[in-house]
């Protein structure tokens, strides 16, 4: 779970590495020029770090688990709506009190190194997640699992401490897919070997990496023969190579590349994110500490401009949840729209009349709009007497204080997954790992987190979430801003890709070049 | 920026005579390039004053978003950006901003290398080989990534990026007054005057440090042109001058996406950057020429 | 030095200890030593691990035993002058250390890299020296006249243009209205693909040697006038040589010295300096490397490269200094 953190991860690297820049290494291979283009491909998917880490359970860096999304399989996948379906194993029979989960493996599914995948792997491949020593991120998003068993060959049993409704959605993520039990980790960091669609061939270090098609694949052909996934680290350098036809299809996350790059053999596709962006305020900060100091911070913003100067208007203002089957309505919040006269009478409430000074910490470097949504939140706040200090950090810097908690607000792009509790709860609940970072919990939240996680009913789940929702809101926890969108730049020879909310590339191992 | 600055200073000709009264101010506008640097260098101080005097036709944070991503007009002379800031105004006070960092680096790395190259020169022995060793190791580390690195271990503020690239530039200046200091030692006229009974510390003040005066000159007015375009250089590699201060550096870079659709916001600040760069350039080959008249206008 | 003439060993050894040669060496190893101390405590002081950099927020889910482990495995629980000496003994023993996120040695990654840079680094040198050349003559042959002025105003403007403008104004402009991109393409190594290497690495070099043009330019320019006022050059001419032969065999051969330890200092401040030029263009160079591991806190890889760019940078400027002191032996007696 926490795919959610393993996104703000992910995006923090991937853009840390990313505009920090980078790339080194060389080549040995001249393999492949565009010359040797044919149907088959290879289709040439850039992007704008390297795969670094090839070891599913630790990827973080969303490179990397678009790199391993195509070489591993995971127990469920996901639909273009984000809800969990069959993948390796059809959906689970839960028992009555909702602590047993049973797997059906389907049969005849094999590694692409021959050997095939049974319960046995599946068991390992949890287990493993589960010890401690593998330091796999998905640890905290399966804590709920109490025991692992495989009675034969073709099914698993996951026995849970507790009932944990997004159990699901932690079993479609890489940092959750299956490997093969006889491979040592070591060697699987340096030769992936899965049982997704593509196999891993070779790899230039921040140059390139290669997949080959999975003939076996066990939901059908793979529509490539090959997919290359090549890092051009300077986003304008990667829009050119998209208008020349040396690269076939990118993701952009700012409207301006994407247009950049859009010419007459070049489509883009919009699509909304799952990430939020907000003004995270410290609660236990001094600063923060008062509800009517937080509650001012909250009416002196009018997200719409900042949605409109940050993002070029390419966005939509959210609430804290923003998985569409749990979404938040941005209008249950005080002063959905910005007030004035309300933000000076919280600050009189708050015993500061004339405003206060705050400092804010700003990432540079990690995701373009961080710079530009902080210069407009600060000018609005400017606008009654709330002076915001901008404290730029490059992303080592940024993540080591924001982990610390040693801040007293801060800017940041938060993950989402589509299930809405692993995301919150190791924020807003008292023992959440990530609660120093948050600043804020209270014995109300605890409380309904608990039910939201013990709760399999989706229609009584989105009450439950839909009253966290305001009670953050309400106390101004975080300032919530808005989720931007994805611009998935494709090559008119490439076809077959659904483009999916939140930029998902679960079509792609179908998607051919034509 | 590009590289760095490679040229090691020449050895002045001959040991120069006792300062004569601005010589080098009248060389200066006896030749053209340098007068034309002196001219533009003088306009873009004037614009970035006008900045800092708050003379702007509009303050350069503040924000107009009803009037946001609009073309140059009579009203914004050079367009406004994403959040409907006025660019002219916004580039006066990035010029301000560069020249405030290039300055700080400067004199920083002017001072400290010049006091350092003197001392190594006039004093040598231990002292030279130890300021000369120190020198070669900041020489030898690859300067735009010692720059980065130094920045980045410092919370961002102009003044940290002043201090990163003083450091890179310090050792520019050690050697830069070690050079005439080693000549200049052995000059006639200065021996004469220690014969004469001058002590040596007078005698550096009295007849060594004031001819010195033109070199450095020139090396700081080189220098305050590439620092400019290491801070832009920084900011390109995501280590520059932190927002809301506009700087020039990165106005160009964040303008290099948003030029597709808003072409004047690269426009603006990218002229602007060149033509301060340019102006301090001709202005130190000027001095350097007025310096020099080897190297001048000779026929 | 003007030691008096001794016997004994031990005047032996102390002229050996000042000669130029060995102090020159002697001055160089203890460089490289500072520059490797330098790098080490600048990582060091950098914010971050290389924990926080492969885990990213997630790192806040690791407990404290899952962290020492982590600590351990990277080699950061040793004391400072642990971690120094091992890795510095390591260097002697030829070990450059190993990058996780490349999955490859320091060296093996070094080997891949640098001849990328150098490839650079001597085209736009050569690039450099015949802009520079060409225009440093052509403004010495009429001093003062237009032609001087013009190609001074260009040489200096082109030192005033940041490189990461025109180079990606040079790449889009190109791109768009010609479909010219080879940089978009897999980066062709020089033994792989030639036809494609040589299309990569064009622009790069260009915009690189036009930015490094100037000093030569101006050097040049210098030199020649100073040696056409020379004795020796009249006095060549009162005996009768012809004026096209005494341009070429006296004054330019004559000005080329300082020229070519110019083109010395500008090659070694390339083999960092093109780092900005490698990231328009996509080049994995050796400066990416370190900036690479810089981002990523990879010290092994960033205190090794950083090392070896030293010991080229210090290298080249040894070769041009010997070069030049045997070409000039005056310089002996400095």
Same mark, same amino acid.
């Given at each position: ?78 639909? *273009? ?42 068991? &390992?491949?949890?287990? @493993? ?36 409704? +997004? ?45 080959? @098609? ?50 007459? +053999? ?127 950090? *490059? ?23 589509? *299930? ?95 | ?88 105004? %916004? ?15 400067? /004199? ?80 006639? &006229? ?76 690269? /426009? ?29 206008? %000779?026929? | ?13 102390? %002229? ?34 290389? $924990? ?134 897999? &980066? ?28 030569? /330019? ?8 100073? $040696? %056409? ?27 080329? $010295? ?27 160079? $050796? ?48």
């Amino acid at each position: 779970m926490l795919r959610r953190d393993r996104r703000t991860t992910r995006r923090l690297l991937a853009a840390g590495a990313a505009a920090t820049a980078l790339a080194t290494m060389a080549a040995c291979s001249g393999s492949d020029n565009a010359s040797s283009k044919g149907a088959g491909g290879p289709l040439v998917f850039g992007i704008t770090a390297d795969a670094t880490q090839l070891l599913p359970w630790t990827a973080t860096a969303v490179q990397s688990q678009h790199v391993l999304g195509q070489v591993y399989s995971s127990l469920l996948d996901q639909d *273009d709506k984000l809800n969990p379906v069959a993948g390796l194993a059809e959906l689970p029979h839960v028992s009555k009190d909702g602590r047993t989960y049973t797997f059906t493996l389907k049969s005849g599914v094999t590694f692409t190194d021959g050997s095939a995948l049974d319960s046995d792997d599946v068991k &390992y491949s949890l287990d @493993r997640i589960l010890d401690p020593d593998t330091k796999a991120v998905a640890r905290s998003s399966l804590a709920a699992v109490r025991k692992v068993t495989a009675p034969d060959k073709t099914h698993v049993v996951l026995t849970l401490k507790a009932q944990d409704a +997004s159990l699901l959605t932690a079993l479609t993520s890489v940092n959750t897919v299956v490997l093969p039990s006889d491979k040592p980790l070591a060697s699987l960091k340096r030769k992936p070997v899965g049982s997704g669609p593509y196999a891993y061939r070779n790899r230039t270090p921040n140059q390139s990496l290669t997949l080959v @098609r999975n003939a076996d694949y066990f939901r059908g052909r793979p529509g490539l023969r090959s997919l290359e996934f090549r890092v051009i680290q300077d986003k304008n350098s990667l829009a050119s190579a998209l208008r020349s036809g040396s690269v076939d299809m990118a993701i952009f996350d700012d409207s301006v590349t994407a247009k950049t790059a859009k010419s007459g +053999s070049v489509s883009i596709h919009t699509v909304d994110q799952l990430d939020y962006h907000a003004l995270q305020l410290r609660a236990d900060s001094r600063t923060f500490r008062g509800l009517d100091t937080r509650l001012a911070v909250q009416c002196a913003i009018d997200r719409e401009q900042v949605v409109k100067t940050a993002a070029l208007g390419q966005g939509k203002v959210v609430g804290p949840f923003t998985s569409p089957a749990f979404a938040s309505d941005p209008d249950a919040r005080p002063c959905p729209k910005r007030d004035i006269k309300a933000a000076k009478k919280h600050l009189a409430d708050a015993g500061r009349p004339k405003g206060f000074a705050f400092t804010a910490l700003v990432p540079q470097g990690l995701y373009s709009t961080a710079t530009d949504e902080a210069q407009n939140l600060q000018a609005q706040l400017g606008d009654v007497g709330i002076k915001m200090k901008i404290e730029t950090l *490059d992303s080592s810097a940024y993540v080591d204080r924001w982990l610390a908690g040693k801040f007293d607000a801060a800017i940041a792009l938060n993950g989402a997954v589509a *299930d809405p509790a692993p995301a919150y709860a190791r924020y807003f609940t008292s023992d959440g790992n990530f609660n120093k970072v948050a600043g804020y919990h209270s014995a109300a939240l605890d409380k309904l987190f608990a039910e939201g996680i013990a709760t399999s009913d989706t229609g009584a789940r989105k009450e439950i979430y839909a009253k966290i929702s305001r009670n953050l809101e309400d106390n101004a926890a975080w300032i919530w801003l808005y989720s931007g969108r994805s611009y998935i730049a494709t090559n008119t020879r490439v076809h077959g890709f659904r483009p999916v909310i939140d930029a998902s590339l679960q079509s792609l191992w179908e998607t051919k070049l034509g | 920026m590009s590289v760095l600055p490679s040229q090691r200073p020449r050895p002045l000709a001959s040991a120069a005579p006792p300062a004569r009264r601005h010589p080098l101010l009248r060389g200066l506008v006896r030749n053209r390039s340098g007068l034309i640097g002196a001219v533009l260098t003088l306009v873009v101080v004037v614009t970035s004053a006008a900045g800092l005097l708050g003379t702007l036709p509009y303050d350069p944070a503040t924000q107009d978003v009803s009037a946001a991503l609009t073309a140059p007009s009579g009203q914004h002379w050079l367009g406004t950006d994403q959040f409907g800031r006025d660019v002219f105004s %916004r580039v006066a006070a990035g010029l301000g901003s560069s020249l405030l960092v290039a300055a700080g680096a400067v /004199a920083v790395s002017g001072a400290v290398g010049v006091v350092l190259g003197v001392v190594a020169g006039y004093f040598g022995g231990v002292l030279d080989r130890v300021i000369g060793v120190l020198t070669n190791v900041l020489f030898a580390f690859p300067s735009l990534l010692l720059a980065l690195a130094l920045a980045a271990t410092l919370s961002r503020s102009r003044a940290t990026v002043a201090l990163a690239i003083a450091v890179v530039y310090a050792p520019i200046f050690v050697r830069v007054a070690r050079g005439p200091v080693l000549t200049l030692r052995g000059a006639d &006229y200065v021996i004469a005057a220690t014969a004469v009974g001058q002590r040596r510390l007078a005698t550096l003040f009295t007849h060594v440090l004031p001819n010195m005066r033109g070199i450095v000159l020139v090396q700081i007015t080189l220098s305050l042109s590439w620092a400019v375009l290491t801070e832009a250089s920084l900011s390109f590699l995501g280590f520059g001058t932190p927002p809301p201060a506009a700087s020039l550096g990165v106005m160009v870079f964040d303008a290099r996406t948003l030029s597709s659709v808003a072409p004047w916001l690269l /426009a603006g600040p990218g002229v602007a950057l060149i033509v301060f760069v340019f102006g301090l350039n001709l202005l130190g080959a000027g001095l350097r020429d007025a310096l020099d008249p080897r190297a001048g206008d %000779r026929r | 030095m003007t030691a008096t003439v001794q016997l004994s060993p031990w005047g032996r050894l102390g %002229r050996l200890v000042t000669h130029p040669v060995v102090r020159r060496v002697a001055e160089a190893v203890l460089t490289l030593v500072g520059v490797s101390v330098l790098t080490f405590v600048v990582l060091r002081v950098l914010p971050g691990d290389q $924990i926080t950099a492969a885990y990213g927020t997630d790192a806040g889910d690791l407990t404290g035993a899952q962290r020492a482990q982590l600590r351990a495995y990277y080699g950061l629980d040793q004391p400072l002058t642990g971690q120094y000496l091992s890795w510095l003994g390591g260097i002697l023993t030829g070990n450059l250390g190993f990058s996780s996120n490349a999955g490859q040695s320091v060296a093996h990654l070094t080997a891949h890299a640098l001849p990328v840079t150098l490839e650079l680094a001597v085209l736009a040198i050569v690039l450099a020296l015949a802009l520079g050349v060409l225009g440093g003559l052509l403004a010495a042959s009429r001093p003062g006249a237009l032609r001087d002025g013009v190609t001074q105003t260009a040489s200096l403007l082109a030192l005033s243009a940041p490189v990461f403008l025109t180079g990606t104004v040079l790449a889009r402009v190109l791109a768009d209205s010609f479909g010219w991109n080879p940089n978009g393409q897999a &980066y062709a190594p020089l033994t792989g693909n030639l036809p494609l290497n040589l299309q990569q690495m064009v622009l790069p070099a260009l915009v690189l040697g036009v930015s490094i043009a100037s000093p030569i /330019a101006q050097t040049t320019r210098t030199a020649v006038l100073d $040696i %056409r006022g020379e004795d020796f050059i009249n006095t060549a001419r009162a005996k009768g040589v012809p004026e096209r032969a005494l341009q070429v065999r006296h004054v330019l051969r004559n000005a080329l $010295i300082p020229v070519v330890t110019m083109s010395g200092l500008q090659f070694g401040f390339l083999l960092g300096g093109a780092v900005v030029v490698e990231q328009v263009f996509s080049l994995p160079g $050796i400066g990416r490397q370190v900036l690479l591991g810089m981002g990523q806190k990879e010290y092994a890889v960033v205190q090794s490269t950083v090392l070896v760019i030293a010991v080229l940078f210090v290298l080249v400027n040894l070769a041009t200094d010997l070069v030049y002191r045997l070409v000039d032996p005056r310089v002996w007696s400095r």
